[in-house]
């Protein structure tokens, strides 16, 4: 039962740290983009030399269904781990541990389990409401919404989308796994089984706060807990004996670790898996916080950054064919290029920081949309 519990949560682990690369730009110059490239890049390509052919195409085929297809696997998942390492929190914490403990009392039981409710119902939410979805009634109205935006560069006047039949606004994207156009696109999100837009963007920021919050109480909890147990048991003071050797041993850290882990395995494990997710869950809220000062998204992050790569490379190469030049013409030719070139980039660095106050305000006074499944609108036209 134990061994199941850890190995579900342990995949819980890879699993969301996973796809908090998958929504890491794979252009950023740090670690995360590092890592990005790696998984998506490198990793595919020893497996496609060590599997051949063939049995790689199998296998991606297997991660193309993963990750970009539309199935509720995912979903099942989160609640399976979600209200599973409660379930497993409240048995060996909350119930067992939390009692006569000087330093954690019920109250804490209280707070906890008030969070988790708070965290499954943002799930819910956040599954529920749509993003934002474009269709021919309502395209000229998102257009308007964000004109602003084209900048003829990243966005352009006109551009429309062959699938859904609509001119493109400002800021959209057509998702690949929705197969739909969808307003302010941030991400597709395989937790919430949707695309993450305009609309919906406010329950997926309340989704993962509520539960970077509940993790990082978790692990403190834990923390208070087992300094709880260590005061309680005179821990620093006892004296062990070595099972092998039967000497006796004054109390170390070492010892105490080993001691508590032994004692209290399953909520120590589930402490730490609060401390990773926390970790990871507070990093991604408030890169999406930083994101909302900005007044940008995942998706236009990324497209910048790609555009602003392909900038640097043309002024690289197009300052090459200057220093090469021969004749007037050529320099001409090359010198208005550039400046060409540095319009565009231009155009696109101006990002407007707008502070997280105003942002939020923004993002929550978005009004729902509870549009139900346009495809099946569609048909009954
Ligand atoms: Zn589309
Ligand atoms: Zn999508």
């Given at each position: 039962m134990e061994f199941f519990v850890i190995l579900t949560l342990l995949f819980l682990v890879i699993g969301a740290?996973?796809?908090?690369?998958?929504?890491?730009?794979?252009?950023?110059?740090?670690?995360?983009?590092?890592?990005?490239?790696?998984?998506?890049?490198?990793?595919?390509?020893?497996?496609?030399?060590?599997?051949?052919e063939r049995i790689f195409?199998?296998?991606?085929?297997?991660?193309?269904?993963?990750?970009?297809?539309n199935h509720p696997l995912v979903q099942i998942f989160y609640v399976l781990v979600a209200v599973g390492g409660y379930l497993v929190?409240?048995?060996?914490?909350?119930?067992?541990?939390?009692?006569?403990?000087?330093?954690?009392?019920h109250l804490d039981t209280a707070i906890g389990s008030t969070m988790a409710l708070f965290c499954f119902y943002s799930f819910f939410q956040a599954?529920?409401?749509?993003?934002?979805?474009?269709?021919?009634?309502?395209n000229k109205e998102y257009v308007n919404q964000y004109k602003e935006?084209?900048?003829?560069?990243?966005?352009?006047?006109?551009?429309?989308?062959?699938?859904?039949?609509?001119?493109?606004?400002?800021?959209?994207?057509?998702?690949?796994?929705?197969?739909?156009?969808?307003?302010?696109?941030?991400?597709?999100?395989?937790?919430?089984?949707?695309?993450?837009?305009?609309?919906?963007?406010?329950?997926?920021?309340?989704?993962?706060?509520?539960?970077?919050?509940?993790?990082?109480?978790?692990?403190?909890?834990?923390?208070?807990?087992?300094?709880?147990?260590?005061?309680?048991?005179?821990?620093?003071?006892?004296?062990?004996?070595?099972?092998?050797?039967?000497?006796?041993?004054?109390?170390?850290?070492?010892?105490i670790a080993q001691y508590l882990f032994y004692k209290n395995t399953m909520y120590i494990f589930i402490v730490i898996l609060c401390i990773v997710m926390g970790i990871a869950l507070t990093c991604f809220a408030l890169y999406h916080l930083y994101m909302i000062g900005q007044?940008?998204?995942?998706?236009?992050?990324?497209k910048r950054s790609d555009f602003l790569n392909f900038f640097d490379e043309e002024t690289e190469r197009l300052e090459k064919q200057l220093k090469d030049a021969q004749t007037p013409?050529?320099?001409?030719?090359?010198?208005?290029?550039?400046?060409?070139?540095?319009?565009?980039?231009?155009?696109?660095?101006?990002?407007?920081?707008?502070?997280?106050w105003r942002g939020l305000k923004s993002v929550f006074n978005e009004p729902d949309d509870l549009d139900q499944n346009p495809k099946v609108k569609n048909k009954k036209r």
């Open positions: 740290s996973l796809y908090l690369l998958v929504c890491v730009d794979p252009n950023s110059p740090g670690l995360l983009g590092m890592m990005n490239r790696f998984v998506f890049n490198t990793i595919p390509a020893i497996f496609k030399k060590i599997l051949g195409k199998v296998f991606s085929r297997g991660i193309d269904y993963f990750f970009y297809s929190y409240l048995y060996f914490g909350f119930l067992e541990l939390f009692n006569n403990n000087p330093l954690v009392s599954c529920r409401y749509k993003p934002g979805i474009i269709n021919k009634e309502n935006y084209y900048d003829n560069v990243v966005y352009l006047k006109e551009n429309h989308c062959k699938t859904c039949n609509i001119i493109k606004p400002a800021r959209s994207k057509h998702c690949r796994v929705c197969n739909v156009c969808v307003s302010r696109f941030d991400h597709h999100c395989v937790w919430i089984r949707q695309c993450v837009g305009q609309k919906n963007y406010k329950y997926f920021v309340k989704f993962i706060i509520t539960h970077a919050i509940l993790c990082d109480y978790g692990a403190y909890l834990g923390f208070r807990c087992l300094w709880g147990i260590i005061i309680k048991e005179k821990l620093l003071e006892a004296q062990f004996r070595d099972p092998v050797t039967k000497q006796r041993l004054q109390a170390t850290w070492g010892i007044d940008t998204t995942t998706n236009e992050r990324m013409e050529d320099i001409k030719q090359a010198t208005t290029k550039l400046e060409q070139v540095k319009q565009c980039q231009q155009k696109i660095i101006t990002t407007k920081s707008i502070g997280i």
